[in-house]
């Protein structure tokens, strides 16, 4: 049973950069399909990117336009997620979810089973 531990939040100023990593503790992302979640105050959570761990297919969520970058990093169990360009809207506490997911549904918060404590963004001045 692998458990997702994220780290790397804080406050960015608008326009900034941040980079978030999803580490898998007790075991490793092999097999699993590893996203990444946002949830902002009042609103509902919402899909930001996901790769595949063992063939590294990559998908974004549509608010993404080129701005985050998803990447693994399989001798430290690691995902990444590379934020450019914040803006206050991506404000948000970020989630790092694992599991055994088919492409078609990576967009799913309910299909994934491991989920880490998330790591709270704020983009602000």
């Known amino acids: 049973q692998v458990q997702p531990v994220e780290s790397g939040g804080g406050l960015v100023q608008p326009g900034g950069s941040r980079r978030l990593s999803c580490t898998a503790s007790?075991?490793?992302?092999?097999?699993?399909?590893v996203a990444w979640f946002r949830q902002a105050p009042g609103k509902e959570r919402e899909f930001v990117a996901a790769?595949?761990?063992?063939?590294?297919?990559?998908l974004y969520g549509d608010f993404v336009k080129d701005r985050f970058r998803i990447s693994r990093e399989k001798p430290k169990n690691t995902v990444w997620l590379q934020m450019i360009g914040l803006e206050p809207e991506d404000t948000a506490v970020y989630f790092c979810a694992a599991g055994s997911v088919g492409s078609n549904a990576w967009r799913d918060d309910h299909r994934y089973d491991y989920w880490g404590q998330g790591t709270q963004v704020t983009v602000s001045s």
């Open positions: 790769v595949s761990w063992d063939e590294g297919t990559v």
């Open positions: 007790g075991t490793t992302f092999r097999f699993y399909t």
